[in-house]
């Protein structure tokens, strides 16, 4: 679907997740995660479990991964073993990740509108990079704010930060994501949110609560009218 331009009102800010919202990197994460776990004599996660593992950046991944495959990992542990998974994940960063339809055309338009983009995720900072930059999409985005950032997603200042860094502050602004994570920082952040219906929600994607729900991004601009104007 094309992405249906719309007269500008006020100059206005979108925050995107990535992982679930922007690009389908399920594939990849499993990979670099299940290196790890046969390096360890672990058994080999399936796509669909490792979509449940994913949201809430790479400590968290790793501490339910070895939940969800023997005993749990040791707090001491869990960085090193961040740190292994992570130098599979840079090795093959976007082999099997795809970028959801009507992307590209919705950052595209977004901009011609005169809209400043930013990227808020649980990644770590340095994957978001090395991602965004294997995809090609980096350039849409005046800034983005990884994982690394101390108070992260479902907590608000990660998105106000993310706002501060894109020169946003005081435009008119709402987030897009689709997990109920994204739904708490937005509203701790005091943005209204938008959900996708085709992430890694855990959960009906209805009983997110959302202000909107959308199936395909075509379907943003009439929802940044009605929520933005």
């Known amino acids: 679907m094309p992405f249906a331009p719309f007269a500008p009102f006020a100059p206005f800010a979108i925050v995107f997740d990535l992982d679930g919202t922007l690009i389908d990197s399920a594939p990849d994460v499993r990979a670099a995660?299940?290196?790890l776990l046969a390096e360890e004599g672990r058994s080999q996660l399936s796509l669909p479990q490792v979509q449940d593992?994913?949201?809430?950046?790479?400590?968290?991944?790793?501490?339910?991964?070895?939940?969800?495959?023997?005993?749990?990992a040791a707090p001491e542990a869990v960085a090193a073993l961040v740190e292994?998974?992570?130098?599979?994940y840079r090795?093959?960063?976007?082999?099997?990740?795809?970028?959801?339809d009507g992307v590209v055309a919705m950052l595209e338009g977004l901009r011609a509108e005169g809209a400043l983009l930013g990227i808020c995720t649980n990644k770590p900072h340095r994957m978001t990079e090395i991602v965004l930059d294997a995809l090609g999409l980096s350039r849409h985005f005046a800034a983005l704010l990884g994982g690394d950032f101390p108070r992260r997603k479902p907590d608000g200042e990660h998105i106000r930060e993310t706002l501060r860094r894109m020169g946003a502050e005081g435009r008119p602004a709402l987030y897009v994501g689709d997990s109920i994570t994204d739904v708490r920082a937005a509203r701790d952040a005091g943005l209204p949110v938008v959900a996708v219906d085709w992430g890694y929600a855990r959960m009906p994607v209805e009983q997110l609560g959302a202000d909107r729900l959308i199936s395909h991004f075509a379907e943003l601009p009439g929802v940044i009218r009605e929520l933005l104007s």
């Open 33 to 35: 995660l299940n290196r």
């Open 53 to 72: 593992l994913v949201g809430e950046g790479a400590s968290a991944l790793i501490e339910r991964a070895w939940a969800v495959t023997g005993e749990t």
């Open 84 to 88: 292994r998974y992570l130098a599979h």
């Open 91 to 100: 090795a093959c960063p976007a082999d099997h990740t795809v970028v959801y």
